[in-house]
């Protein structure tokens, strides 16, 4: 059974007989070459720095209730196949060997949104398809990648973290074997849960728990373990799984296993490959209760592609899948990002797997209090596989990549302003201020965020910094703070634990009435939790940070 889940994601990208391979890329070719440049040449790309200035593209009608986007001038150098912010405020992108066999320059890039400036530097081994989180200290983790490509793949058992503050690797320690498509989820702890992903042509069997520093045997992982399972922590601190496999499953780190009977099994009832799945916002008026919604993928052999969606209430006394609000059209490699006003923007894939022109260009909006979509303006640029969107610090999304043909790739990048940055009549939304918050925050424990526009705020969220790849961000987490207003300040009190929201740097944003978002600043929550997990001196570290900003 798990050689045939794995079999049937391999054969998507490497068992195609040649013929068909031969008559998609004709097919595509002449849209691609409007849409793709060729993967630079160059053997070596040097540190380097380049500055472009964004330019304006087609306005949409109405932005106030679609949103915008826009294409940079500025182009991405390297494949961005990985991608996740840093509380630095720059992304780490990740490319490798960037999908292509017999490029032996790994590469990996900073790139600064605030500056649009880029750099791209070498790495060290090929980190091309690996998993990736963030660390409670603020640390990408680098969770293996690829040793070879195609019969077999042999995936990588190396790890490394990026420190953000000097940009650079360090390997840590290795995982039981190789992991190519694997998932990691940051527990309550802190500690990293990781599995799934193909060692030498076959499914990695362990699942372990560690921190980079060390890797723990936790179990063994569920009979038909998707590639890049799609999980997310509960607050009750079980993870929950449900994708691309229609029989959701449950770990539970306590007891290192996967929990007896499995699941629900979801309205659809089949894969969904190359769908996504997004833990929905943890609000107060929810009673910080945890929803789960997928999106989109497909099932199949080639694979037919579904615009449903489904809802979960985990909290529910016996949780089970109901059908969500269908997408405006079928979707898979799509992408999911909250925002800080709750809702969800949803975008990118494409109706047939890999093939260009059934490229969905539309996005769209969930707002979960009306369970319903609105249109999310409309992308310039095809995002199918390898595509990726992250929030920005500023309240906007960027979306860069898209890869479904060896070799080549879409270097434009574009970015979303969301619909609560502009007003009525399309002139840009005043937006309330965020003077100074803590650079650390620990559970259950008051801070003050100064803000002129304290009377006017309606609520206060921390939503952690993504990190996403293969249309899945294994980070992001809205939760929802409690505040009290005071005169030029708030009274904010922290998550109540590593469960709720775990160990970490988040974006904290105030909202306003109008639903209109501050620009974030980055907010280390930690705790206990995260003292244990990580017991040398990098607990120690974070209360030494601590302070106002
Ligand atoms: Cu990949």
């Not at 320690?173 to 060692?199: A, I, Q």
């Not at 249109?375 to 310039?380: C, L, N, R, V």
Request: neutral net charge; hydrophobic residues 40%; glycine residues 10%.
């Amino acid at each position: 059974m798990r050689a045939n889940r794995f079999g049937r994601g391999l054969r998507l990208k490497s068992m195609l007989p040649a013929l068909a391979i031969v008559a998609l890329v004709l097919a595509v070719a002449a849209a691609r070459a409007q849409t793709a440049h060729s993967q630079p040449p160059l053997p070596f790309i040097e540190p380097s720095e380049t500055h472009s200035r964004t330019k304006a593209r087609v306005a949409e009608a109405n932005p106030h209730a679609t949103g915008q986007w826009q294409t940079l001038g500025q182009t991405m150098p390297i494949n961005p196949v990985h991608m996740a912010l840093m509380h630095t405020g720059k992304v780490l992108v990740i490319s490798g060997s960037g999908n292509d066999p017999n490029e032996h320059t790994l590469l990996a890039a900073v790139w600064n949104p605030a500056t649009l400036t880029v750099r791209t530097f070498p790495i060290s081994w090929d980190m091309f398809c690996s998993g990736m989180v963030v660390l409670p200290d603020g640390k990408p983790l680098v969770l293996g990648g690829t040793i070879r490509y195609d019969s077999p793949w042999i995936g990588e058992p190396r790890t490394a973290e990026f420190d953000p503050a000097t940009e650079k690797f360090t390997n840590t320690r290795k995982m039981s074997g190789g992991r190519w498509y694997p998932t990691g989820t940051v527990l309550g702890d802190g500690k990293v849960l990781v599995y799934s992903g193909l060692d030498v042509g076959s499914g990695n069997p362990t699942v372990e728990i560690g921190t980079g520093q060390f890797w723990s045997p936790a179990g063994t992982a569920f009979g038909g373990v998707p590639l890049y399972p799609r999980e997310h922590l509960l607050p009750d601190g079980r993870v929950f799984e449900d994708g691309a496999n229609a029989t959701s499953q449950y770990y539970d780190p306590a007891s290192r296993s996967f929990t007896v009977p499995p699941g629900p099994t979801t309205v659809l009832g089949a894969d969904r490959n190359y769908g996504t799945s997004v833990l929905l916002p943890l609000t107060k008026a929810g009673g910080w209760k945890p929803k789960v919604m997928i999106l989109g993928g497909g099932s199949g052999d080639p694979p037919i592609t579904t615009a449903t969606t489904e809802l979960i209430d985990l909290a529910a006394p016996s949780p089970a899948w109901v059908s969500g609000p269908p997408m405006a059209q079928p979707r898979m490699q799509l992408n999911a990002t909250l925002l800080p006003d709750g809702k969800g923007l949803v975008s990118g894939g494409s109706t047939t797997d890999e093939i260009t022109s059934t490229a969905v260009l539309e996005a769209q909006l969930y707002d979960p209090a009306a369970n319903s979509f609105s249109s999310g303006g409309t992308m310039e640029f095809p995002r199918l596989y390898h595509s990726n969107t992250l929030l920005l610090p500023d309240g906007r999304v960027v979306a860069m990549g898209g890869n479904p043909e060896r070799t080549v790739y879409v270097p434009q990048i574009e970015i979303y302003s969301p619909p609560y940055l502009f007003n009525a009549d399309a002139s840009p939304a005043k937006r309330p201020v965020l003077d100074s918050a803590p650079r650390v925050a620990h559970y259950r424990t008051h801070f003050k965020v100064r803000t002129p526009d304290a009377p006017n705020i309606q609520a206060v969220v921390a939503i952690r910094a993504g990190a996403v790849t293969h249309a899945f961000d294994m980070e992001q987490r809205l939760v929802e703070l409690t505040f009290v207003r005071k005169a030029g300040s708030l009274d904010v009190l922290a998550p109540a634990r590593g469960n709720l929201a775990p160990p970490g740097y988040y974006l904290l944003f105030l909202v306003d009435s109008h639903g209109v978002p501050s620009v974030a600043r980055f907010v280390q929550i930690t705790g206990p939790e995260y003292a244990a997990a990580y017991p040398k001196s990098k607990g120690g570290k974070a209360k030494a940070r601590e302070g106002t900003s």
